[in-house]
């Protein structure tokens, strides 16, 4: 094959109508990441953009909107029990799960019941 597929470009969530300033709260306010500039031909559409180091998390609007209860984006940090302590503090649940060899992880919902992992991998073991 002559074509190389080099990163993902960014991750899409879907939220319902209206919901712009409550992605802004979650994933800007708790999560940390930096929200961007749409640019203009799509601002119409609704809808928040966010990026964090060179990745980006865009939030859509779906009407209907049913969230993603499966399929996720898996996010790495480092620190993990210092997110947690931060969900903790932020009254976000978030579940544990230790099924994945040399990786501290954890489920969560975004505030539209879209699920989104997160891990800390473990150096040395993968």
């Not at 049913?66 to 978030?94: Q, W, Y």
């Not at 099924?99 to 991998?121: C, Q, V, W």
Request: hydrophobic letters at 40%; aromatic letters at 12%; charged letters at 30%.
């Amino acid at each position: 094959m002559s074509f190389v597929f080099k990163a993902i470009d960014h991750v899409q969530l879907a939220a319902p109508k209206g919901s712009e300033e409550t992605a802004r709260k979650f994933f800007s306010g708790i999560l940390g990441f930096n929200e961007i500039e749409k640019p203009e031909l799509l601002k119409k559409r609704g809808g928040v953009w966010f990026e964090f180091d060179h990745y980006q998390v865009h939030i859509g609007i779906e009407e209907p909107f049913f969230p993603a209860k499966k399929a996720h984006p898996a996010f790495n940090v480092e620190k993990i029990e210092e997110l947690k302590r931060h969900l903790t503090k932020n009254n976000v649940s978030f579940t544990e799960d230790d099924s994945l060899p040399g990786a501290n992880r954890l489920y969560m919902n975004d505030p539209f019941g879209n699920r989104i992992e997160i891990l800390d991998r473990i150096q040395g073991d993968i």
